[in-house]
């Protein structure tokens, strides 16, 4: 017998049909791969790669040219951990070439924005009981997870609660471009 889709994946699942992109979220330790290192990379495009966990592989391979995901700093103190912009997908998954085939693949990421405020995972936490899918969301079911879906609702709440993010290119309200 099948077994019933998640709530949050459910409501992944809507937001895709309903618009075409998926919200997915992305971990990384900010000592080895930063914000203002993927904002820096040329044309803010570089490589998510070194996922070894099996789930977290099967969600990079389900990315299409043009999802968005939220860059999360993961760290060793409640303080660090937080979302601290958006990127989107600008290359599907590919096979490691040359020296790197042997760290599996990689899927190309494109720096957006930067959230004006950074959304700690404490705030999350505590809007699971109030925004429709948090109480779902992997960040808090599984949070050793590097590479998870984002419900729709739980994207907009986060995106809302950043105070929007800053484009590249784009100057922050009151700043002369």
């Not at 019933?4 to 990384?28: E, M, N």
């Not at 060793?76 to 042997?102: F, I, L, M």
Request: hydrophobic fraction near 40%; glycine fraction near 12%; charge should be negative.
């Amino acid at each position: 017998m099948p077994r019933k889709a998640k709530p949050a994946a459910q409501a992944t699942a809507a937001a895709t049909t309903a618009t075409g992109v998926q919200y997915w979220l992305v971990k990384t330790e900010p000592g080895e791969w930063s914000w203002s290192d993927q904002a820096s990379a040329p044309g803010g495009v570089a490589p998510w790669d070194g996922v070894r966990n099996h789930q977290a592989m099967k969600n990079l391979r389900a990315m299409r040219t043009g999802d968005r995901c939220l860059f999360y700093h993961s760290g060793t103190g409640a303080a660090s951990r937080r979302v601290v912009g958006v990127v989107e997908v600008a290359r599907t998954w590919y096979e490691g070439e040359g020296k790197d085939a042997a760290a599996g693949g990689a899927v190309d990421v494109r720096a957006v924005g930067e959230f004006r405020n950074p959304v700690p995972l404490g705030d999350i936490k505590k809007a699971a009981g109030e925004v429709e899918g948090m109480r779902e969301f992997a960040l808090l079911r599984q949070p050793r997870l590097s590479v998870m879906p984002v419900p729709s609702k739980v994207w907009d709440w986060i995106c809302d609660a950043g105070g929007g993010f800053v484009q590249d290119g784009e100057a922050e309200e009151g700043e002369e471009a």
